[in-house]
């Protein structure tokens, strides 16, 4: 079956430490996003890439950085300059389009220890 | 600064009741919208999603959309415990952009 996947599920940061989550997704789609959620917040666009090899920041890009070396692939890392990281991370891909909804991997929760 | 607004909630209703979940956006040329269903600890999924003004129904789900007011809301016929999740608006202004999403509301449904 087709789908998106997010590794770990659950990952705990360091202080000063860089953490890289892990976004696959098989569905043949051109965009993929990476969104944040705090508690009781809506999500929030920090990157999000078109076409392999191209990027653009979102909302709340500092602290953060991405690669598109793959159709498939969109990993993001959380560097030490992310002051405040603890949140719930959010991988989506879709179609290329205003009309076509996204499709969410399962999330990875990122606690700071 | 683009912005979606919902009510947080929580929205209760009785089993078999009518749930009313309303948003609103600041910028007249959005594009298409969207509403997710989220449960607690999971991520969102999504359910409707209408481009052009008035009604579109699938199932015990209907989204209106009313460019002029911008605005946009979710109902739910016959809503069921199930149904008790929050329901996230989210807007897409320009083609090649990424969506806006709202903070979400909180549907609490009692049987």
């Known amino acids: 079956d087709g789908g998106i996947t997010q590794s770990p599920k659950y990952l705990f940061r360091k202080e000063g430490q860089n953490v890289t989550l892990s976004c696959e997704q098989n569905l043949n789609h051109d965009a993929m996003y990476w969104y944040r959620q705090d508690p009781g917040q809506g999500l929030r666009l920090i990157y999000y890439?078109?076409?392999?090899?191209?990027?653009q920041k979102g909302d709340i890009a500092e602290g953060y950085s991405v690669s598109r070396e793959k159709k498939e692939s969109f990993p993001l890392t959380v560097t030490s300059a992310q002051k405040n990281p603890t949140a719930f991370y959010l991988c989506?891909?879709?179609?290329?389009?205003?009309?076509?909804?996204?499709?969410f991997g399962s999330g990875t929760r990122l606690t700071v220890v | 600064q683009k912005e979606v607004e919902q009510n947080s909630g929580p929205l209760s209703v009785p089993e078999g009741a009518i749930a009313s979940l309303n948003c609103t956006y600041s910028d007249r040329v959005s594009q298409s919208f969207f509403w997710y269903r989220q449960y607690s600890g999971k991520s969102p999924e999504l359910i409707m999603s209408i481009y052009s003004n008035g009604d579109k129904e699938d199932g015990r789900f209907t989204a209106q959309l009313n460019k002029a007011s911008q605005y946009v809301s979710l109902l739910i016929r016959d809503s069921q415990p199930s149904d008790s999740a929050t329901y996230l608006c989210?807007?897409?202004?320009?083609?090649?952009?990424?969506?806006?999403f709202g903070k979400g509301t909180t549907l609490s449904v009692s049987s």
């Open positions: 890439s078109q076409i392999v090899n191209d990027f």
């Open positions: 989506a891909s879709s179609i290329l389009g205003a009309n076509y909804g996204y499709t």
């Open positions: 989210a807007v897409n202004y320009q083609a090649g952009t990424a969506l806006i």
